[in-house]
Structure formats: C-alpha cells, structure tokens
C-alpha cells in the first residue's frame, strides 16, 4: 500500500517555472509506476505524463512535452513534476497516482489504470 501527498503548488506568471513533489510512504515505491495528472475546473482530470518503477523510460501527453519533466528518486520516495514555460492553460489541481509495475517498462495513460492517489495541489498561471 502506497500513500501519496503532492506538495509545491502555488501560483505563478506565464512563463514561470514551478516544481511539484509526490511524497510517498510505505516500503514498495520503488516498484510503482508514477503518474501525474491534472484537473482544470469544469473539465475531466487528464494525464500529464509517467515515469517507470525505475526511472529510465517516461512518456508524456502533447500538451506539455518539452515544457514539463517528471523525475523520481526511489530513495526517497518522491517523484517530481519540473514545469518551464507555464501557460495560463497549464492551471489545475495537479495529481500524483501509482500503479504496481515491477519490471514493467509500458507505462499507462489512463485514469483507472492508476490504484493510488494524492489528494492534489493546485497550479494557477496568470496571465
């Protein structure tokens, strides 16, 4: 059982940078794949991008390739979200989720695919 607490959050201009933080508890992180995901008012809560159990592979939605980067360090039980070049649209509830994927290297995009949740930290860009 893993338990996730997001942290980092806040508000920035267009153009900032903001790095958010995943801190999980209990023994098995290491052998989770990680995810964040996002919540814009009014809208559904969309992937944003994964990393591996390991570290070595991450994929990304269109929207944020290139401006975001997810990171993990499995020795202290954290994955982190870098965000460069925020744009107004870019603000939501920002979400970390995990899923056991020991050994995987196909990391998933889908909601329900993901077991564990956060309870999310809001980003606002301003424009």
């Known amino acids: 059982q893993v338990q996730l607490a997001e942290s980092g959050g806040g508000l920035v201009q267009a153009g900032g940078s903001l790095r958010l933080s995943c801190a999980a508890s209990?023994?098995?992180?290491?052998?989770?794949?990680m995810g964040w995901f996002r919540q814009a008012p009014g809208k559904e809560r969309e992937f944003v991008g994964a990393?591996?159990?390991?570290?070595?592979?991450?994929v990304y939605a269109d929207s944020v390739k290139g401006r975001f980067t997810i990171s993990r360090d499995n020795a202290k039980g954290t994955v982190y979200l870098q965000m460069t070049s925020l744009k107004p649209e870019d603000t939501a509830v920002y979400y970390c989720?995990?899923?056991?994927?020991?050994?995987?290297?196909?990391?998933?995009?889908?909601?329900?695919?993901?077991?564990?949740w956060g309870q999310g930290t809001q980003v606002t860009v301003s424009s």
């Open positions: 209990g023994r098995t992180f290491s052998m989770y794949a």
């Open positions: 989720a995990g899923y056991e994927a020991a050994g995987v290297q196909v990391l998933r995009t889908t909601r329900n695919s993901y077991e564990h």
């Open positions: 990393i591996t159990w390991s570290g070595r592979s991450t």
